[in-house]
């Protein structure tokens, strides 16, 4: 028994022999391929404790017969070179084990497609660019034990609460996305929290109030979002023209019963 390193480089003849080989330890796809083709003996990996190689590699190993490998199914394994997420979730299938990878970069909602839930978490490194919802992006998060890139990721779209777990660890390089909130009417507080999440332009509906209460509330808005905002009751000029200064779209003051001030 040894390693399959250690074993390939004593084992040096060219005809196939009978040998009873035990592998232990961590090991490469690519050394264990090698090691079955040396025997007429299935070789036992049941010691195995980490496998490294390619997904082309990884997936040959795992597709050798009982009559060339056995033990194989529980080991961790890690991915090298490019990875598609399609070929992650093809190895993860093949060992209970931790599957570590970094994964090439693609829309939220295509890596949600390849990627399962596993029983366990996987490693995975993720990139994510593009367009995404909130709730794309938490799947991803439970996904991987990595937190996810979202660097690249120009809006995000969702509700409040999903919205709110994109702020958290689970997720690195965000700030600067535009968000939409899918709530339908959040109120002039729930908004300003939206705000805060990012310096993108924030796009919502903001429950009617009276001009004064929505810019108390909205101190952080800007011209550049797009905040639906109905006033109504009673309002000076001044808090009608600090609203209009908070959104790009139109003030409704239709419910105004009367407007102070010059």
Partial sequence: S?????LNAALTETAENAWTLSVTGAVSASDLIALAGKTAVAVDAVAVTSLTGSPAEVQALYALGMSELTG??????TLTGPVTAT???????????????SIEADTASALVAALQVE?????????????ATAADLNTLAGLTSVPVNIAGVTSISGDLADLGLINTGAFEGRGDEAITVTDGTITAAEATTALGWTTGVVTATVATDSAAALNGALTSASGSDALTLTVTGTATAADLIALAGKTSVAVDATGLNNINGT
């Fill in 2 to 6: 040894g390693t399959a390193a250690e």
């Fill in 72 to 77: 194989l199914g529980n080991e961790p394994v």
């Fill in 87 to 101: 070929q992650a979730q093809d190895v993860a299938a093949l060992t209970t084990g931790m599957v570590t990878a």
């Fill in 119 to 131: 029983a366990v978490a996987n490693d995975y490194t993720l990139t994510v660019f593009g367009a």
